[in-house]
T-cell receptor, first 113, second 118 residues
Framework: DTEVTQTPKHLVMGMTNKKSLKCEQHMGHRAMYWYKQKAKKPPELMFV???????INESVPSRFSPECPNSSLLNLHLHALQPEDSALYLC????????????FGSGTRLTVV | AQKVTQAQTEISVVEKEDVTLDCVYE???????LFWYKQPPSGELVFLIR??????QNEISGRYSWNFQKSTSSFNFTITASQVVDSAVYFCALSEAFNSGGYQKVTFGTGTKLQVIP
């Protein structure tokens, strides 16, 4: 299995809603990432988990809350989002220190209304 | 600080033409990795190639080829005989080689949107 699976593919949520994005990989990768991508922009790093521990938080607002329940799963909990948070949210994984490149999921397209 | 520049914002070519996407990078590291990713309209980022800083050999994979030149800090990507399915945004990226945190932080360029017209 050489995929990163993200669910849902599309999500529309109100500013008062609570929702979660899910990411799963079964490649044995020990680093997992959340990226945010606005239209016509490159992906921007949000969080890095290494060996199930949060290694990097790129000053992301607390309305985004990551969680890594185990080495195969990565969640992003969303609460009280703003319309400007509408974007494509990409999950990725990589081998530990391998520098072999990321494997990205197909993303969740989030719209906040 | 690392930087990746893709000066071409958008390129349009007619099917079967060759096209080269430019990538220029900056880094103070002597050991680093370079990547190209393809992002079709469906949204996912597809890994195309990885190159480490010690390997300047050009690489060819089917219609794709890559030219890595350390002297000019460039890692250009050529598609030969382009096809409509090549239409996508292409990102060049750079990562540091070593990180004590057990992960790799990647700097992406701004992307080049390629449109192949039938």
């Amino acid at each position: 299995d050489t995929e990163v699976t993200q669910t849902p593919k599309h999500l529309v949520m109100g500013m008062t809603n609570k929702k979660s994005l899910k990411c799963e990989q079964h490649m044995g990768h020990r680093a997992m990432y959340w990226y945010k991508q606005k239209a016509k922009k490159p992906p921007e790093l949000m969080f890095v988990y290494s060996y199930e521990k949060l290694s990097i938080n790129e000053s992301v607002p607390s309305r985004f809350s990551p969680e890594c329940p185990n080495s195969s799963l990565l969640n992003l909990h969303l609460h009280a989002l703003q319309p400007e948070d509408s974007a494509l949210y990409l999950c990725a994984s990589s081998q530990d220190r391998g520098n072999y490149g990321y494997t990205f999921g197909s993303g969740t397209r989030l719209t906040v209304v | 600080a690392q930087k990746v520049t893709q000066a071409q914002t958008e390129i349009s070519v007619v099917e079967k033409e060759d096209v080269t996407l430019d990538c220029v990078y900056e880094t103070r590291d002597t050991t680093y990795y370079l990547f190209w990713y393809k992002q079709p309209p469906s949204g996912e980022l597809v890994f195309l190639i990885r190159r480490n800083s010690f390997d300047e050999q050009n690489e060819i994979s089917g219609r794709y080829s890559w030219n890595f030149q350390k002297s000019t800090s460039s890692f250009n990507f050529t598609i030969t005989a382009s096809q409509v399915v090549d239409s996508a945004v292409y990102f060049c990226a750079l990562s540091e080689a070593f990180n004590s945190g057990g992960y790799q932080k990647v700097t992406f360029g701004t992307g080049t949107k390629l449109q192949v017209i039938p």
